[in-house]
């Protein structure tokens, strides 16, 4: 037995390392991308009290489970012994999960109240209200029109994307039409579920958004990636030149890039660590000095904002994985801009879009 463990040992040993070193290789500290939102550094302190606990107790429990493999293995002439139980290990393996449990729950009330019961209400002042509608497979967003109301040819509808402006609270009321689905934006730590027949909500505040420096010498998104492609250069939009930079407010936005030319659109997708072009002949809308160009070839363009990127955190169906969605968290005269595109208003999207709409319920 000891010659077993010694030829296995060292090799679970290094499989265990791997998968832990898998899961900490990622943009932060534990594994978790960055928190951008006012609420997120509240839940990651959670989360790392509550890794800790579980962490020591997985310690503790298969070291006991080793030791026991070890000291009890089948030797020559050894005899079983058998035992029908012991009170004092029962009542010690009950009562410690419960006083655990019980800790967490009174530790985490305070941050669940926050997150989950204390909403901020539509209409208040820094509040944007974003109803999301999901079906299979796509997320549905509807943002109010002119008088901030829902329900007028105004209304402001896009698939796939909603927009904030930067430095407002929003309220996402959520609803499904047909399965369960999951709201989930990571870097803002907010998930919930949408049920058919059940109003849900979620409410964040972003902290800001990213900015990208644009490589002029890169290629075109790879739309082939599925057959030919893997991932790479991961650490690139952290480390040097062309790494995202973190933006608090309209000010710093204006102070750092507000004489740069500055795409507000989709004109870009991110890979292999590079915010990349759609196709060669790509154009953007950007924001430069304070104004609004359309059109710009992307080798114009200095700067472009990064989205936020969401999901759906629920298996929904085959096509599961192709339920993601992006969040603009935009200068305000960006955000305008897109709430006042006709393109997306109700009134001119088709009459199925409408009906899809018309079958939400208040």
Request: charge should be neutral; proline fraction near 6%; include cysteine.
């Amino acid at each position: 037995m000891p010659s077993r463990i010694l030829k296995w040992g060292p090799l679970v040993a290094l499989g265990i390392l791997s998968g832990a070193g898998a899961a900490f290789a990622q943009d932060s500290a534990w594994g978790l991308p960055p928190g951008r939102s006012t609420i997120a550094p509240e839940i990651d302190h959670l989360y790392t009290v509550i890794l800790w606990i579980t962490g020591i107790v997985f310690i503790g429990v298969e070291g006991l489970l080793l030791w026991f493999c070890v000291r009890y293995r089948r030797r020559p002439g050894g005899k079983p012994g058998y035992t029908h139980g012991n009170n004092t290990a029962e009542i010690i393996w009950t009562i410690c999960p419960a006083i655990i449990l019980i800790f967490i729950a009174f530790y985490q009330f305070s941050t669940w109240k926050k997150a989950k019961m204390d909403f901020p209400k539509m209409g208040d002042p820094g509040v944007v209200t974003v109803q999301a509608f999901a079906r299979q497979y796509n997320w549905n967003f509807r943002s109010p029109g002119a008088n901030g109301a829902f329900g007028d040819d105004d209304d402001v509808i896009m698939q796939k994307q909603f927009c904030l402006p930067v430095g407002a609270k929003a309220l996402v009321p959520l609803r499904s039409i047909d399965v369960i689905h999951s709201f989930f934006l990571f870097q803002m730590r907010v998930k919930q579920d949408a049920v058919p027949g059940h109003r849900g909500a979620v409410w964040f505040q972003p902290t800001g958004f990213y900015v990208a420096k644009v490589d002029k010498s890169v290629t075109p998104y790879n739309f082939a990636y599925q057959k030919d492609w893997h991932p790479k250069d991961y650490q690139k939009k952290w480390e040097g030149e062309y790494r995202f930079e973190f933006v608090t407010s309209e000010e710093e936005f204006q102070q750092k890039y507000g004489s740069r030319p500055v795409a507000i659109d989709k004109s870009f997708q991110y890979q292999d660590g590079l915010m990349r072009p759609s196709l060669d002949g790509t154009t953007s809308t950007v924001l430069q000095n304070n104004e609004l160009r359309k059109g710009v070839p992307w080798r114009d363009v200095d700067y472009v904002i990064v989205p936020f990127e969401g999901t759906c955190a629920e298996l929904c169906g085959l096509s599961h994985y192709t339920m993601s969605f992006q969040m603009f968290v935009l200068p305000k005269k960006a955000y305008d801009f897109w709430m006042a595109n006709d393109d997306n208003f109700y009134t001119n999207q088709s009459e199925k879009e409408q009906w899809f709409w018309q079958q939400w319920k208040n």
